[in-house]
Nanobody, 112 residues
């Protein structure tokens, strides 16, 4: 059974930073692409960042230069480093494996 567990969300002031983690179990983590998505109230879920099995990355335009996705295959973990956070980054952030499996989500709130 594939399981994804996110952590690292919270409340942060504008300009602050957070690091999200997603630990994967029940799958051969290293062979699959991983992604971070987010969903704000009243909006559709959107891709924030993705990373291939080989380490290639892609980002939504709104987060380029501020967010960094990375992975540690030895720990079956994918990370999302978020810097210079803005109120519009407020959302539930979800980890995704191979566009098929989802975590439960972690809330990120950016507010003063």
């Amino acid at each position: 059974q594939v399981r994804l567990v996110e952590s690292g969300g919270g409340l942060v002031q504008p300009g602050g930073s957070l690091r999200l983690s997603c630990v994967v179990s029940g799958s051969i983590f290293s062979v699959y692409a991983m992604g971070w998505y987010r969903q704000a109230p009243g909006k559709q879920r959107e891709l924030v960042a993705g990373i291939s099995s080989g380490g290639s990355t892609n980002y939504a335009e709104s987060v380029k230069g501020r967010f960094t996705i990375s992975r540690d295959n030895s720990k079956a973990t994918v990370f999302l480093q978020m810097n210079n956070l803005k109120p519009e980054d407020t959302a539930v952030y979800y980890c995704n494996l191979n566009t098929k499996y989802w975590g439960q989500g972690t809330q990120v709130t950016v507010s003063s």
